[in-house]
T-cell receptor
Framework: KNQVEQSPQSLIILEGKNCTLQ??????????LRWYKQDTGRGPVSLTI?????NTKSNGRYTATLDADTKQSSLHITASQLSDSASYIC?????????????FGRGTQLTVWP | EADIYQTPRYLVIGTGKKITLECSQT?????MYWYQQDPGMELHLIHY???????EKGDLSSESTVSRIRTEHFPLTLESARPSHTSQYLC?????????????FGEGSRLTVL
């Protein structure tokens, strides 16, 4: 059973609009949560990391939130641009072992239309 | 920009052929990984290495093999390719000294076996 669930699976928005992507996880014990952006035909690139004590963090037009109690994270994109079209992947790391196992979501495919 | 490189980017071969996917990084990272990615699915870890002469199988059963003779180089080999091996293969590395475990990905090798 995948321990990281992302929604929606896909999303289409118009350029300039805002959107929010969701990530729910059951990974325990929790270490951190990262959001990656993967452009078509490229490898994923880290956007932001959330640790247990952080509630919100911004990186330009991207704002991530974390609720460690409900085990939910969101990625909010403000004033979307065509270049935001990509897959956004949520990755949770556990701290139950020295290896720091990673759990990947299936991603949300975002398409921004002009 | 991550300094991790994969070749070839695209490969189409016939069943039964032997192939090697190359991965090199210039960041001096100890940890290196191979992931398999299919459309709409999460990344699956197939091999990883924590240093020279250290290799381990990941979560996803794979008929491929890897080697780590040099820190910067982590090639993946398929002795006899089959159509079921058709997929996107992503190489990644991370810094053992960085506790947050950010992965730096290559741009991927898309393999098609006819």
């Amino acid at each position: 059973k995948n321990q990281v669930e992302q929604s929606p699976q896909s999303l289409i928005i118009l350029e300039g609009k805002n959107c929010t992507l969701q990530c729910n996880y059951t990974v325990s014990p929790f270490s951190n949560l990262r959001w990656y952006k993967q452009d078509t035909g490229r490898g994923p690139v880290s956007l932001t990391i959330m640790t247990f004590s952080e509630n919100t963090k911004s990186n330009g037009r991207y704002t991530a939130t974390l609720d460690a109690d409900t085990k939910q994270s969101s990625l909010h994109i403000t004033a979307s641009q065509l270049s935001d079209s990509a897959s956004y992947i949520c990755v949770v790391t556990d701290r139950g072992s020295t290896l720091g196992r990673l759990y990947f979501g299936r991603g949300t495919q975002l398409t921004v239309w002009p | 920009e991550a300094d991790i490189y994969q070749t070839p980017r695209y490969l189409v071969i016939g069943t039964g052929k032997k192939i090697t996917l190359e991965c090199s990084q210039t960041m001096g990272h100890d940890k290196m990984y191979w992931y398999q990615q299919d459309p709409g699915m999460e990344l699956h870890l197939i091999h990883y290495s924590y240093g020279v002469n250290s290799t381990e199988k990941g979560d996803l059963s794979s008929e491929s093999t890897v080697s780590r003779i040099r820190t910067e180089h982590f090639p993946l080999t398929l002795e006899s390719a089959r159509p079921s091996h058709t997929s996107q293969y992503l190489c990644a590395s991370s810094d053992r000294k960085q506790n947050t475990g950010e992965l730096f990905f290559g741009e991927g090798s898309r393999l098609t076996v006819l």
